[in-house]
T-cell receptor
Framework: KQEVTQIPAALSVPEGENLVLNCSFT??????LQWFRQDPGKGLTSLLL?????REQTSGRLNASLDKSSGRSTLYIAASQPGDSATYLC?????????FGQGTRLTINP | DVKVTQSSRYLVKRTGEKVFLECVQD?????MFWYRQDPGLGLRLIYF???????EKGDIPEGYSVSREKKERFSLILESASTNQTSMYLC????????????????FGAGSRLTVL
């Protein structure tokens, strides 16, 4: 059974810093991995999708990497802004379904 | 853009009531999913469906059932609501083509927050 872990559970940094969020998974037989953002009381917004054959994906200030062999993914946020404050969730696609980590609650302090 | 609409943002029900949570998507997606989200437990899959009238149990199906009579609509049913079903419920959809290509992108609705008293 796939298990997904995100560390840290919460992170608070000053505005402007670069930061890394971590995601690890136990079963390397994945289809792809998806990073989401969730604002309080809202649904999830997809940020980046990395297919199993890819090593990384970039969108603006976000860069996600995938290392299947070690069961790890990272989400790198450059030049953080207060608007980046949210919970970030990692989801790993297995056969037909997505298994989530518990998320990292990120706070960017002005 | 794909739009996934959950009809009720907030519901308050009493123990023992039958509760329907409705989800509609407008992009002809084959796959639809129901998750619940609880603090400290993350998102857990309740049921999913990859075609009309098809359903598969997720990780926590107990106390729930689903209905998929039309492709665009996936309903979650709590036959007899209990206080431990108080939660945020999230519906999502994706296309079968994306799944086959490995580019599966799950699109979520805004969520339905259910309180059972």
């Amino acid at each position: 059974k796939q298990e997904v872990t995100q560390i840290p559970a919460a992170l608070s940094v000053p505005e402007g810093e670069n930061l890394v969020l971590n995601c690890s998974f136990t079963d390397s037989a994945i289809y792809n991995l998806q990073w989401f953002r969730q604002d309080p009381g809202k649904g999830l917004t997809s940020l980046l999708l990395i297919q199993s054959s890819q090593r990384e994906q970039t969108s603006g200030r976000l860069n996600a990497s995938l290392d299947k062999s070690s069961g790890r993914s990272t989400l790198y946020i450059a030049a953080s802004q207060p608007g980046d404050s949210a919970t970030y969730l990692c989801g790993v696609w297995g056969a037909q379904k997505l298994v989530f980590g518990q998320g990292t609650r990120l706070t960017i302090n002005p | 853009d794909v739009k996934v609409t959950q009809s009720s943002r907030y519901l308050v029900k009493r123990t023992g009531e039958k509760v329907f949570l409705e989800c509609v998507q407008d992009m002809d997606h084959e796959n639809m999913f129901w998750y619940r989200q609880d603090p400290g437990l993350g998102l857990r899959l309740i049921y999913f469906s990859y075609d009309v009238k098809m359903k598969e149990k997720g990780d926590i199906p107990e106390g729930y059932s689903v209905s998929r009579e039309k492709k665009e609509r996936f309903s979650l049913i709590l036959e007899s609501a209990s206080t431990n079903q108080t939660s945020m419920y999230l519906c999502a959809s994706s296309s079968f083509e994306d799944l086959l290509s490995g580019a599966n992108v799950l699109t979520f609705g805004a969520g339905s927050r259910l309180t059972v008293l």
